[in-house]
């Protein structure tokens, strides 16, 4: 909700973001830049957890070595755009959700945060696990892919 109380029609509202989103959004590409303009014009309240973080660190460091992959990760949370969610209060329901689904650990500790903050989960793309996944049975909270928008 804007602050002056109307909604835009692409407004988001709080929303948590996976590793692949924060990739994208890094990166620059096109789906990075419409994200980047919806956190700008506050239409999109971003977070993400500490595994995100992690994953996205070592992504980094893999392509341009560990000191850029904190230069870039830190820029990134002390910019104010991304708040970063401690993942220990998600940690005993992303186990129910890896016990069921055919799901990487991170997504699911990314999942369970949506779920257990009523937040949107937002991907990069369907991924084909995924889109199982929700076939089979629908998540508690709404997933939403970067490359819908």
């Excluded at 991170?106 to 009523?118: F, L, M, P």
Aim: aromatic share 6%; glycine share 6%; with cysteine.
């Amino acid at each position: 909700m804007r602050r002056d109380g109307w909604m835009r029609r692409k407004e988001l509202g709080d929303t948590i973001l996976d590793t692949g989103v924060l990739v994208e959004l890094l990166a620059g590409t096109e789906a990075g830049k419409r994200l980047a303009e919806l956190i700008r014009q506050e239409m999109i309240n971003s977070f993400t957890t500490e595994i995100n973080i992690t994953e996205l660190r070592y992504l980094i460091c893999r392509k341009l070595g560990w000191e850029k992959a904190e230069e870039i990760v830190n820029k990134l949370l002390n910019s104010g755009y991304i708040h970063m969610l401690d993942i220990t209060p998600y940690l005993r329901r992303a186990a129910q959700l890896k016990c069921r689904r055919a799901l990487s650990l991170v997504d699911c500790i990314t999942i369970a945060a949506g779920e257990k903050n009523g937040f949107k989960v937002m991907f990069a793309k369907k991924e084909k696990e995924l889109e199982e996944e929700i076939n089979k049975q629908p998540f508690e909270t709404q997933l939403i892919f970067l490359n819908e928008l």
